[in-house]
């Protein structure tokens, strides 16, 4: 057992715990049995405080690994402590790729769960957890496998549960069958936020995967200016040398905290500019590597740095179709505020899956990168969480680090049948972390 102090990816909120690493499913329930007060962690990207425990005891879930064959199915059971990294690593040159991924693959396959992530074919193929058929999870009353069919209440409690119904142990998903290890790729240029949301509207089910990049400092007639790259996996006959190599290690890195305020409106604005000119107005089928298109912040380690010391908050909503006009106030506000945004992400979510505290529904996401520090940055969140919460939208906890519990089940109604499954295999609240403390998930 290990003191030390944890914080997310965004750096925004640490606190100090104790950590220990279980190598197996006794070694878990053990410490369960033991901890008064205890969440498991994985590789520690989720944004805020969901993988902390102030004071109480941190599971690192990393020695719970081993990577099973991979079926003619694609079915294949994975550790916990597995990342997406580490599986694709073996995975792509079999010809298979992760049904669902983030935009980073350093991240385990229980975080995967825990958050039920989503990625650039949420429209086509849903969240992480459609594609789990079963899962061993160990809670304070026992270990048991469950799936859609077998205990199918704490399965969809625990997927995007953020770890507060049991630790996972292992899970069995099918994959996704490819012939290559590129994308081919179609970009677009939009001027402004309507052309492109346009687009995805009408367009997003010619692709298994769509993603726009949005300028948030423009106003007036180019307010939202946007990058649209979508695609669909390439095969064997459209490329040149089809390969199926496994991703590369970065080979950058940012060694140090970079300046307070290096990232201001000004060097936003000028990033911004140049990012949105060197992108082609209009490029079909240019192939991609699949780390290029899916995770291109992962060739930058600790890239979180260059926003300094006092970290970044990353603000994620999703709105119904009906509520679109959510995105342009949202865009609309920040462009006004002078509070600068340095990534600004636009996808589609499609049907949304049976999980109780799953965030994507079907409609509009927007994630949003904003340095700390300006002082408009509070007020102008407070609004965002306003706009969200009258259109029925919801936060996504994975990325949370400052949203009130008075909001929470309004915006996830699914909150109480959470409630009801975690009281059963968790009576005496065990499982909690310093995000279920702040937004009152465990029932206490």
């Known amino acids: ?73 694609g079915v294949v059971t994975v550790g916990a402590g597995v990342s997406i990294d580490e599986l694709l690593s073996l995975s792509i040159p079999q010809g298979w790729f992760v049904p669902v991924t983030p935009g980073t693959r350093q991240v385990t396959i229980a975080g995967a769960v825990a958050a039920d992530v989503h990625g650039k074919n949420h429209h086509v193929d849903g969240s992480f957890a459609n594609h789990v058929l079963e899962m061993r999870l160990v809670t304070p009353s026992g270990t048991s496998t469950v799936s859609p069919t077998e205990d199918p209440q704490l399965f969809w409690a625990t997927v995007g549960g953020m770890g507060l119904t049991g630790v996972v142990t292992t899970v069995t998903l099918r994959m996704l069958a490819i012939e290559t290890d590129q994308v081919l790729v179609d970009t677009e240029r939009y001027g402004d936020l309507d052309g492109v949301m346009a687009a995805m509207a009408s367009g997003d089910a010619d692709y298994r995967y769509s993603v726009a990049w949005v300028d948030c400092m423009t106003r007036g007639a180019h307010m939202g200016r946007a990058i649209l790259t979508r695609g669909v996996h390439a095969s064997r006959g459209d490329v040149e040398s089809p390969t199926l190599k496994g991703p590369k290690a970065p080979r950058l890195f940012v060694p140090f905290d970079a300046p307070s305020g290096l990232l201001n409106p000004l060097t936003i604005k000028v990033f911004n500019e140049v990012w949105f000119r060197s992108a082609p107005r209009h490029e079909v089928r240019e192939p991609q590597k699949l780390s290029t298109f899916f995770h291109p912040l992962d060739g930058v380690r600790d890239w979180n740095r260059l926003y300094g010391r006092r970290g970044f908050v990353q603000y994620q909503f999703c709105v119904p179709d009906a509520a679109g006009d959510t995105v342009v106030r949202a865009i609309e506000r920040l462009s006004h505020s002078g509070v600068p945004s340095f990534l600004a992400v636009l996808k589609r979510f499609g049907p949304a899956n049976q999980g109780l505290l799953s965030f994507p529904m079907p409609g509009w996401t927007l994630a949003l990168d904003l340095p700390v520090g300006p002082s408009k940055l509070p007020g102008v969140l407070d609004d965002l969480d306003e706009m969200v919460l009258a259109a029925g939208g919801r936060i996504y906890f994975a990325k949370d680090a400052r949203l009130s519990p008075e909001k929470v089940r309004s915006m996830y109604p699914g909150l109480g049948a959470f409630l009801e499954v975690k009281n059963r295999v968790d009576p005496e609240h065990r499982l909690t972390s310093d995000l279920a403390r702040r937004l009152q998930l465990t029932g206490r």
């Open 1 to 73: 057992m290990t003191r030390a102090t944890l914080y997310g990816w965004g750096r925004t909120t640490p606190s100090i715990a104790e950590v220990v690493t279980p190598a197996n499913d006794a070694d878990v329930a053990a410490q369960l049995a033991a901890s008064s007060e205890v969440i498991a962690r994985g590789l520690g990207r989720s944004y805020g405080d969901a993988a902390q425990l102030s004071g109480g005891v941190v599971l690192n879930n990393r020695e719970l690994g081993g990577i099973g064959p991979i079926g003619e199915d």
